[in-house]
Nanobody, 126 residues
Framework: QVQLQESGPGQVRPSQTLSLTCSVS??????????WTWLRQPPGKGLEWLGAINHRGSTYYSPTLARRTAISRDTAKMQFTLQLSSVAEEDAAVYYCVHGVLVTEGLTINPKYDHWGQGIQVTVSS
């Protein structure tokens, strides 16, 4: 069974870059049709999809955050990383790394999310 664990600083200063790492066990980040995703949930708000990296290393980002977001991976360490630059107070949230499998539904292919990390609380404060 795939297990994911987020790690990184719980607090960052405004304008700094947030860097979070997700360590994966029980699965391969290069397995076909698997996607490795970052989401977040700000206080009192719903989940927000930030971006993903697939088994080939191709990355996909939320259009609203694409200019500030970078996702990368280390296949040897079985980790993938989120970097969010120029953070501000509105970036404070619980950040989750999530595993999904691409599922064909009719004419579309969509990720089905099945394993989540426990989440890491990030605050933005000077």
């Amino acid at each position: 069974q795939v297990q994911l664990q987020e790690s990184g600083p719980g607090q960052v200063r405004p304008s700094q870059t947030l860097s979070l790492t997700c360590s994966v066990s029980g699965g391969s980040i290069t397995a076909p049709r698997h996607v490795w995703t970052w989401l977040r949930q700000p206080p009192g708000k719903g989940l927000e999809w930030l971006g993903a990296i697939n088994h080939r290393g191709s990355t996909y980002y939320s259009p609203t955050l694409a200019r500030r977001t970078a996702i990368s991976r280390d296949t040897a360490k079985m980790q993938f990383t989120l970097q969010l630059s120029s953070v501000a107070e509105e970036d404070a949230a619980v950040y989750y790394c999530v595993h999904g499998v691409l599922v064909t539904e009719g004419l579309t292919i969509n990720p089905k999310y099945d394993h989540w990390g426990q989440g890491i609380q990030v605050t933005v404060s000077s």
